[in-house]
């Protein structure tokens, strides 16, 4: 797999120097998995689940940087450094980023059904976000790659039927840890010197919630259903990437939240199914999605 681009940047209409630049970024990525999932029944109550999932992935890009030979083709001055060469720093052997990820993410859930329209849970699980690298770097030195961003979460939860399963209720709360957030860091170029904002893996963060779940079919066609989640973010460490008033004062604050990450997310809404005979069935529906 590649992609490859070609680049004139004069739109100006004064002949000013310009640089023109050839990109060919060769990629490979690789993918492989396996997992396993069981449930048991302890008892006639009380359930077990365990699952698991190995992973394996690999990333490889080429960064190739080449500024083709304009002389004759463009007006002289315009692109004074395309003489056919490559980038400083990017001569062959050309520089590649890599990353290589193997990880085993494990499962378990303990589940208790108190009667046969309610039950109660807890669970136990790892995941991550892939690995990468530094997609767009100005020198050789700033081919860096990163790790994989790491979550482990905790759930416990209760699902219910009520009212000869006309009502829905569940509930929910979980936390989540994450670790290895991957943010931009400021540092500094080794190559060059100068200041330089570089994707590492640092920081991290903890999520906890609640979520509630109503769904209600109080008569024939007639379907209400609603929810309502509470969420709050904390960043517990940013590392590097943290707000630096001299080094990084465009960077992030322990009391900063994500964006799409809101306190309150509630929806509402309804529906009601219209037979239309041998037509078929209409059926309008109203949704009503609250954010704060």
């Given at each position: 797999m590649a992609s490859a681009g070609f680049s004139l940047r004069a739109r100006s209409r004064a002949l000013r120097p310009r640089l023109a630049v050839r990109t060919v970024?060769?990629?490979?990525?690789?993918?492989?998995?396996?997992?396993?999932?069981?449930?048991?029944?302890?008892?006639?109550?009380?359930?077990?689940?365990?699952?698991?999932?190995?992973?394996?992935?690999?990333?490889?890009?080429?960064?190739?940087?080449?500024?083709?030979?304009?002389?004759?083709?463009?007006?002289?001055?315009?692109?004074?450094?395309?003489?056919?060469?490559?980038?400083?720093?990017?001569s062959p052997p050309l520089p590649t980023g890599n990353v290589s990820v193997s990880r085993v993410d494990p499962k378990v859930g303990l589940s208790y059904q108190w009667s046969p329209d309610v039950m109660t849970?807890?669970?136990?699980?790892?995941?991550?976000?892939?690995?990468?690298?530094?997609?767009?770097p100005l020198t050789r030195t700033q081919v860096t790659s990163f790790g994989p961003e790491k979550v482990t979460s905790y759930e416990v939860g209760l699902k219910s039927e009520w009212f000869d399963h006309r009502l829905r209720a569940n509930v929910a709360g979980f936390v989540s840890n994450y670790s290895a957030l991957q943010l931009p860091v400021a540092t500094v170029d080794p190559g060059t010197g100068?200041?330089?904002?570089?994707?590492?893996?640092?920081?991290?963060?903890?999520?906890?919630?609640?979520?509630?779940?109503?769904?209600?079919?109080?008569?024939?066609?007639?379907?209400?259903?609603g929810?309502?989640?509470?969420?709050?973010?904390?960043?517990?460490?940013?590392?590097?990437a943290a707000y630096n008033s001299v080094t990084n004062p465009g960077g992030p604050t322990l009391s900063d939240v994500p964006a799409l990450t809101p306190t309150w997310k509630g929806n509402l809404g309804t529906q009601y199914a219209i037979a239309l005979g041998s037509l078929g069935t209409l059926t309008p529906r109203l949704d009503y999605t609250y954010l704060e």
């Open positions: 970024y060769p990629a490979s990525s690789k993918d492989e998995s396996v997992f396993a999932h069981v449930n048991y029944k302890i008892t006639s109550a009380i359930g077990l689940e365990l699952g698991a999932r190995y992973s394996h992935e690999t990333k490889r890009y080429t960064f190739y940087r080449y500024e083709p030979n304009l002389v004759g083709l463009v007006p002289a001055g315009l692109f004074p450094t395309n003489l056919g060469n490559y980038l400083a720093g990017f849970y807890a669970q136990y699980s790892t995941g991550y976000k892939s690995g990468g690298f530094n997609p767009r100068f200041p330089a904002f570089l994707t590492e893996s640092v920081g991290n963060a903890r999520i906890k919630g609640i979520e509630l779940e109503v769904e209600s079919r109080p008569v024939r066609g007639l379907s209400i259903d929810s309502l989640g509470y969420l709050h973010y904390r960043t517990l460490n940013l590392g590097g």
